[in-house]
């Protein structure tokens, strides 16, 4: 399957980022794990470490998730870009952790990275997605993951 990826939008990326990585810190934190490291390297957001196992951990934001799960949604989208971090981490898929947060990071999935594996990715479909042009649609395909 041929992975379409969106070009890299750095007004937006400059806005969620950050929040992003605090929010994930936080969270991390209040779970006993000690932060490692959460510089940019294009790789996981944030690495922590607990109970001697080394965490890799990506965040994302999805704006349109405002308060609580719309029960119509049946499933988590996550860019197939990410699927880079599956490559990356492909040895140590059990400690990769992506945290899909809501607009607000007080709600968030915790998908672990054995679950993004290439038998789920599909395209993205729905009433929002204009088919005829791909360049127009913010993720194509995504990683899926049903709750």
Known sequence: MDVYVRPFRKEVYN????PSKKALIKYLESQGH??????EDYYADVVSQKDGVTYFNEAERKAQWKSDWPT???????????RRLVEKYKDTLE?????????????????????????????????????????????????????
Request: a positive charge; hydrophobic letters at 35%.
């Open 15 to 18: 806005k969620v980022d950050e």
């Open 95 to 147: 400690s990769l952790y992506f945290y899909v947060f809501n607009k607000t990071y007080d709600k968030a999935w915790k998908i672990k990275g054995t679950q993004m594996v290439d038998d789920i990715i599909k395209e993205a479909s729905g009433p929002l997605l204009l088919r005829s042009n791909p360049h127009q649609v913010d993720q194509l395909p995504v990683l899926h993951y049903t709750p």
């Open 34 to 39: 000690t932060i490692v490291s959460s510089a």
């Open 72 to 82: 119509y949604w049946t499933e988590v989208r996550v860019p197939a870009r990410k």
